[in-house]
Nanobody, 126 residues
């Protein structure tokens, strides 16, 4: 059974930092790009960032570029999202996502991911 489990969410004040983690089990992790998305109340799920299978290339939404950093540890099957200089508009449920088996390229489209975690809440107060 494939499982993606996020952790590390919480409540912080604007300007603060959080580090999200996502552990993947039940499917190959290395060799596949991974993504982070977020969904605010009443809004669609949107792309936050993605990382190639070896971690050599990362992609970010303009709204988080320069503040968020994606990394991965293939030996531990873990994906990370370091979030700095948080803003109230970053408040959302954050999801990690894995593509279908055989689809190895990073994508910014939610439709490009078949496996999702349960999400972790991030709340940023002003």
């Amino acid at each position: 059974q494939v499982q993606l489990v996020e952790s590390g969410g919480g409540s912080v004040q604007a300007g603060g930092s959080l580090r999200l983690s996502c552990v993947v089990s039940g499917r190959p992790f290395s060799g596949y790009a991974m993504g982070w998305f977020r969904q605010a109340p009443g809004m669609e799920r949107v792309f936050v960032g993605a990382i190639t299978w070896a971690g050599g290339t990362t992609y970010y939404a303009d709204s988080v570029k320069g503040r968020f950093t994606i990394s991965r540890d293939n030996a531990k099957n873990q994906l990370y999202l370091q979030m700095n200089s948080l803003k109230p508009e970053d408040t959302a449920v954050y999801y990690c996502a894995a593509p279908p088996l055989g689809a190895r390229r990073a994508t910014m489209e939610a439709s490009g991911y078949d496996y999702w975690g349960q999400g972790t809440q991030v709340t940023v107060s002003s």
